[in-house]
């Protein structure tokens, strides 16, 4: 669940930054992060919640067709450098944002009953953990 989190969570990142056409963040974040996360899913099904294995069939149908379709306009002998973006919605195969949250939710809770519930502090509580400001800290070896 983990690697699939961070590459949702890789490429939702790259999408806000991506306002031109910009090939590196379509060939290195984009693509590398829509291959991993299909191919994480297709080689770890089975470690895949039972309740998230259609989310996981509409994420890993997306993917595909949405390689299918940058490989066209991309990877051919002649690439068309003229589309801005590749996207596959248009075309009936839009990216399920219901299946992404139900993976990120799921990811969450298995994390928190792993590891425990996320505690947050605030600076007072922190404020005895740090050293006094103007005073060097020195780190001591063990």
Request: proline residues 8%; hydrophobic residues 35%; charged residues 30%.
């Amino acid at each position: 669940m983990g690697p699939v989190y961070m590459q949702l969570e890789r490429t939702k990142r790259a999408f806000a930054r991506w306002q031109n056409q910009n090939f590196y963040i379509e060939m290195k974040v984009i693509k590398e992060g829509n291959l991993k996360i299909r191919d994480v899913l297709l080689e770890n099904g089975h470690l895949v919640p039972p309740e998230l294995l259609d989310d996981a069939a509409k994420l890993v149908e997306h993917y595909d067709r949405w390689v299918e379709e940058f490989e066209r306009v991309r990877e051919s002998e002649k690439p068309d450098l003229k589309t801005p973006f590749v996207f596959v919605g248009p075309e009936g195969f839009p990216f399920p944002r219901e299946s992404e949250a139900n993976f990120k939710s799921m990811y969450q809770k298995m994390w928190n009953e792993l590891y425990g519930g996320r505690k947050e502090y605030d600076d007072s509580q922190v404020a005895g953990l740090l050293p006094p400001p103007n005073k060097s800290f020195e780190r001591t070896a063990r």
